[in-house]
């Protein structure tokens, strides 16, 4: 619902307001709003002080019609032809939706339009200054001027148009009241709201309600105006009553979906008139005569004359006349004797008779007809009359028996002797509640701490209870009043809830605020015709379907003058109407009366919130890009996952009754029923999609197919996303074959690792098999060798006198030195390699010992050709060390220099200075073939031969035994290319010494 005010635009659900005023680029231009219309494509027009505004319901904001002045709007109306009529300022104007274009029309004709009027026809009606009406011509373009409202005067304006059931024009006027105008005969006719009171009146607004009826709002309040019959009933405001109508001056009315009517008022806001499943009348204090004096109503009850008796707990004792349906307060009346007390629990229509009963005052008993007091009983302490001056019931069985029950047992009055007797077999100090004869004529009672029990028709008692948990319910809670249905079930008003009850078949329903109750608090049951129970409660009345048991409450929004009803206070007269007493008066009803809602409400959802912050449309940082109203789906970024909803069904009728469910699909299987509840509250919502369904009731409390859902995609961080597990999945197909081959790799190195130490095992077994076969084969050719290098040595020396053997000795002689030679250094590989080789260290000079051993070798690089250099420091350089193992150091590197040198060999001696010692440095190079890069690491290992030198004789052994001396000395011997020469560089520590 949308309501102009001069403060503002307002939109209402049923609940809340929201206002819409000026002050921003796309608000309205001004609060005073004039006029609102809904064109036919559902787009709402607002007429302010300073122009013509539509609504954009996507973003909620106002936007003003391109090309209008920005004056005041009188009246908007769209023609269904694509055109928009409104009156702005003193011009008529028409606006084309498609060309979005505005022009003027009835210029120099049409001025100071006051109404506006588009028929079901297509045709525009035009009230304007001075009371004329004008009809436009879509063929010629013009208006057409009308005939004037006969008689009336130049300052009689026509404020409201309105198109009846038959076609007729029913005008509303400043100061002519409601005239007709037939468009056929072009004729004017009067009604009866022409004066009222002999005052003019003046007309605002017009609406249907029926096929002749219509609500006319004026400044002298509301009309329900028959058109039929030319005949009205006024409705107008009365001072100090909460129902009456607030304002007489009446200016706008409007029907809802479900019939209820609205009417807005100058000073008195908004009034609203429900059509209501039920209608009850209402009668409370208010001013004026023969209204109900009292407010908390307690007792009811009716005599042979159609009275209503009615006994309040504050204003005594009330009558309600049955011929005049005018109510009479005896506090008023002044009745001598009077009643001393004004609080009456206990009421009784007995023929002439009324027994009254009070609270804490006893009994009394007066003549009705006569209205006058005709005896008082109260306690007098001496046990034989009535034991207890607060009379809670006044009980006529159908015997005709009078059974009074007080706080402090029961009795049965003898009308004759004026005696109250004891009822026996009974307790009799018990708070007796209620009363009740069935169909059988047992006497029921309730009571405040016995539970409930009845009387037989052999004066015997039986206990009725109702067994749970080992207690019995009936006796735990204070019963308050007692009702046999048609089907002769028992209902037991509790404290704690309704208890019906089967007595044939033994069984047991009950009725709290868990099955539907508004309340748990019962105080009295009827039964209509439908054999529906009817129950008040302390929170609203109840009716409980006979056939269902369906729930429906009725609240003060269904017209109830107060939802806390009162102890035992309800009737039914002989017509068959209901009266309930409640603690702000009383209503009446005719249950019969009662019809089942089926409208069916729109539910929308209302507001956003993230981290209870309400969330705006087409803000900054919003996830809204529409209003919440029309949007369908929203997405939100994984931390705004803390929000909630709220969300209304858009009936106003009775707003209170409406029970809502939803379910988040996604998170929820079923729907979670909230009653009246209008929110839902999510807590850090998982990231995913959602499906958040409302649904609700209506307000006769059917479920209704209503349901209203919007869309959640809550996205995850980035961490959680598509994307990222997409990354994640190759980083880890990527890392899994990243290890997978890196273990291959690592299977394959070790396989390697494995092969080259089987191979390097292999090669050492061989090498181990090369050493034993040679140092086994040494051992047996070095004593022949030995043998045979004696009677050589005895030839050489007698070779001068074989001149011609000299030669061959010399050369059987070197070769017998070169394998003693080798045999030698094959045992000695063997020893260092076994541990037993043993090193004696002298002091040696180093120098002289190497020019010794190079002068050695000289002969054999004069006989190559060779380039011979030996270059010595000048200083002496002492060594500690083994003086042969030196000498075959040495004598092997020569060897092999001038073995495989080409042009050029060279040995330098030097000394060195290091942190520790000193230290010598043997270098020794030469000219020849560089030795490859990949076999230079093999070099001094045991029998290796390149190709390079694979043409030199040798066993291989040279360089191995070589480097084994210089590390049984602590000592080094590398290889290096420096210059393009192969040289070897032998480091020995000065002053090495060893154990070996």
């Known amino acids: 619902m949308w309501f102009g005010t001069p403060d503002g635009l307002n939109r209402f659900d049923g609940y809340a307001f929201k206002i819409y005023r000026s002050g921003g680029p796309r608000s309205l231009g001004s609060n005073a709003i004039f006029y609102l219309h809904e064109d036919k494509a559902g787009t709402l027009w607002v007429g302010t002080e300073k122009g013509i505004y539509f609504f954009d319901a996507s973003g ?103 198109e009846g059931n038959d076609g007729t024009l029913l005008i509303g006027t400043s100061r002519e009241g409601l005239k007709r105008f037939d468009p056929v005969t072009e004729s004017w006719s009067a009604s009866r709201l022409t004066a009222f009171n002999g005052k003019k009146l003046f007309v605002r607004g017009i609406l249907q309600t029926g096929d002749s009826e219509y609500w006319i709002a004026t400044e002298s309040g509301l009309f329900i105006y028959n058109s039929r019959y030319d005949t009205a009933r006024h409705i107008q405001k009365i001072a100090q009553h909460p129902y009456a109508l607030s304002d007489n001056a009446v200016y706008s009315l409007c029907r809802d979906a479900e019939g209820g009517i609205w009417a807005g008022t100058y000073f008195g806001g908004i009034n609203y008139h429900p059509d209501a499943t039920l209608h009850f009348e209402k009668d ?151 009363i009740m004869e069935d169909r059988q004529q047992h006497l029921w009672l309730g009571t405040h701490h016995e539970g409930v029990f009845y009387i037989n028709n052999r004066q015997q008692r039986v206990r009725l209870s109702v067994m749970a948990g080992g207690k019995d319910l009936l006796k735990e809670s204070r019963i308050l009043n007692l009702f046999e249905d048609q089907q002769q079930q028992l209902w037991i008003c509790t404290e704690n809830g309704l208890y019906c009850i089967d007595l044939f078949r033994k069984t047991f329903r009950l009725f709290n605020t868990s099955t539907g109750l508004p309340g748990n608090m019962v105080y009295a049951i009827l039964e209509d015709e439908g054999h529906h129970i009817w129950a008040s409660t302390s929170m609203g009345l109840v009716r409980i379907d006979g056939e269902t048991g369906a729930i429906k409450v009725f609240k003060k929004t269904d017209g109830l003058v107060s939802e806390q009803f009162n102890h035992r206070s309800a009737y039914k007269d002989s017509s068959g109407m209901f009266y309930f007493g409640s603690v702000k008066g009383l209503i009446k009803f005719d249950p019969n009366q009662y019809k089942v809602n089926h409208h069916i409400p729109s539910i929308y959802f209302t507001k956003l919130q993230l981290f209870n912050k309400n969330v705006e449309p087409q803000t900054s940082g919003s996830p809204l890009r529409s209003s919440i109203l029309n949007t369908g789906s929203i997405d939100l970024d994984y931390d705004q996952a803390t929000l909630s909803f709220d969300f209304a069904a858009l009936s106003y009728t009775s707003p209170d009754n409406l029970q809502y469910a939803y379910k988040l699909e996604g998170l929820d299987k079923n729907w979670n029923f909230i009653g009246a509840e209008r929110r839902v509250h999510f807590n850090n919502l998982a990231p995913g999609k959602y499906i958040l369904k409302v649904r609700s009731t209506n307000s006769s409390g059917l479920w209704v197919s209503n349901e209203k859902a919007i869309r959640l995609q809550i996205h995850p961080p980035f961490w959680k996303s598509r994307t990222a597990y997409t990354l994640y999945v190759v980083f880890t197909v990527f890392l899994l074959f990243s290890i997978l081959k890196l273990l291959h790799r690592r299977q394959e190195e070790k396989q390697r690792r494995q092969m080259q130490l089987f191979a390097l095992n292999k090669e050492k077994e061989l090498n181990q098999a090369k050493v034993d076969f040679f140092t086994t084969v040494a051992h047996e050719i070095r004593t022949p060798l030995t043998l045979i290098k004696a009677p050589m040595d005895k030839l050489l020396k007698m070779a001068g006198k074989m001149p011609e053997a000299e030669r061959e000795l010399s050369v059987m002689n070197r070769n017998t030195e070169r394998l003693l030679a080798l045999t030698n250094q094959l045992l000695n590989f063997r020893r260092i390699e076994s541990g037993n080789y043993e090193l004696h260290f002298t002091t040696i000079h180093i120098t002289a010992l190497t020019e010794m051993i190079w002068e050695r070798f000289s002969p054999a690089a004069d006989k190559k050709g060779m380039d011979y250099q030996f270059h010595k420091t000048d200083a002496v350089i002492s060594l500690y060390a083994d003086e042969d193992a030196c000498t075959k150091i040495i004598s092997n590197l020569l060897d092999n220099a001038i073995k495989y040198g080409h042009r050029l060999v060279r040995c330098e001696v030097a000394a060195i200075a290091t942190t520790d010692a000193g230290a010598v440095t043997i270098t020794i190079s030469n000219d020849g073939s560089t030795i490859p890069a990949a076999v230079r690491d093999k070099i001094f290992t045991p029998f290796f031969r390149s190709k390079e030198g694979s043409s030199q004789p040798g066993a291989g052994i040279g360089l191995s035994l070589a480097r084994s001396l210089a590390e049984l000395h602590k000592g080094t011997l590398e290889y290096r290319e420096e210059q393009g020469l192969n040289t070897f560089i032998l480091v020995l520590p000065a002053a090495a010494r060893t154990d070996a």
């Open 60 to 162: 909620e904001n106002f936007i003003k019609l391109p090309g209008s002045s920005g004056k005041t709007i009188r009246a908007i109306q769209d023609d269904g032809k694509g055109y928009l009529w409104f009156a702005e300022d003193s011009g008529l104007y028409r606006y084309h939706f498609a060309t979005k274009q505005i022009t003027e029309t009835g210029k120099g004709i049409i001025k100071n339009s006051s109404s506006i009027l588009c028929d079901r026809t297509g045709t525009i009606w035009v009230g304007y200054g001075e009371g004329r009406l004008a009809r436009y011509q879509a063929t010629t373009n013009r208006f057409e001027i009308l005939p004037p409202i006969p008689g009336a005067g130049h300052n009689n304006s026509i404020e409201k148009i309105y």
């Open 284 to 434: 409370f204090p208010s001013p004026g005569k023969h209204r109900i004096a009292g407010n908390v109503i307690r007792e009811i009850t009716e005599d042979n004359s159609g009275n209503l008796w009615i006994g309040t707990e504050d204003k005594g004792l009330i009558k309600l006349n049955g011929r005049t349906g005018q109510f009479e307060n005896f506090i008023e009346k002044q009745m001598k004797p009077a009643i001393a007390s004004t609080n009456i629990h206990g009421l009784l229509a007995n023929g002439r008779y009324l027994y009254i009963g009070t609270f804490e005052h006893g009994l009394y008993i007066m003549d009705r007809e006569r209205e006058q007091l005709l005896a008082h009983f109260e306690t007098d302490g001496t046990g034989k009359g009535i034991s207890s001056n607060y009379i809670n019931i006044i009980y006529k069985t159908r015997a005709g028996h009078i059974i009074i029950c007080t706080a402090n047992g029961l009795f049965r009055y003898e009308a004759g002797t004026q005696r109250f007797l004891p009822f026996k077999g009974i307790p009799q100090q018990a708070f007796y509640s209620a």
